[in-house]
Nanobody
Framework: QVQLVESGGGLVQPGGSLRLSCAASGSIFSINAMGWYRQAPGKERELVAAINSGGSTNYADSVKGRFTISRDNAKNTVYLQMNSLKPEDTAVYYC???????????????WGQGTLVTVSS
C-alpha cells in the first residue's frame, strides 16, 4: 500500500508565500517523476510543476519564476515553494508520484488527498 500525504496549505495574502510538502510512504521500490497539480473551482485539474528522479523540472507558464519544485529522494518527499502568490493561484493542490512498488511491477501514478491553498486579502 502506498500513501501520499500533503501538508502546508492554508490562507495567505496576495504576494505572500507558502511551502507545500508531499511525503510518499509504504511499499515503494522506486519513484520516477513527482509533481504538483491543482484544481480551482469549476476548472479542470492542471499540472503546476513536475520533477523527475534526475532533478529535471518543468513548470506551467503561469507559475514560472514564482514557484519552485524540489525533492528529497532519501525521504521520498517533494516540495513546492510558492512565492508572489496571486488570487488566481487559489485551488486544491494535489501531489502525484509515478512509482513502482516492486522491481517487476509497471509504473503507476498515485495521488495525494489534496491540500487547499487560498490566496485572498
Amino acid at each position: 500500500q502506498v500513501q501520499l500525504v500533503e501538508s502546508g496549505g492554508g490562507l495567505v495574502q496576495p504576494g505572500g508565500s507558502l511551502r507545500l510538502s508531499c511525503a510518499a510512504s509504504g511499499s515503494i521500490f522506486s519513484i520516477n517523476a513527482m509533481g504538483w497539480y491543482r484544481q480551482a473551482p469549476g476548472k479542470e485539474r492542471e499540472l503546476v510543476a513536475a520533477i523527475n528522479s534526475g532533478g529535471s523540472t518543468n513548470y506551467a507558464d503561469s507559475v514560472k519564476g514564482r514557484f519552485t519544485i524540489s525533492r528529497d529522494n532519501a525521504k521520498n518527499t517533494v516540495y513546492l515553494q510558492m512565492n508572489s502568490l496571486k488570487p488566481e493561484d487559489t485551488a486544491v493542490y494535489y501531489c502525484n508520484a509515478a512509482l513502482r512498488r516492486t522491481p517487476w511491477e509497471v509504473e503507476y501514478h498515485y495521488w495525494g488527498q489534496g491540500t487547499l491553498v487560498t490566496v485572498s486579502s
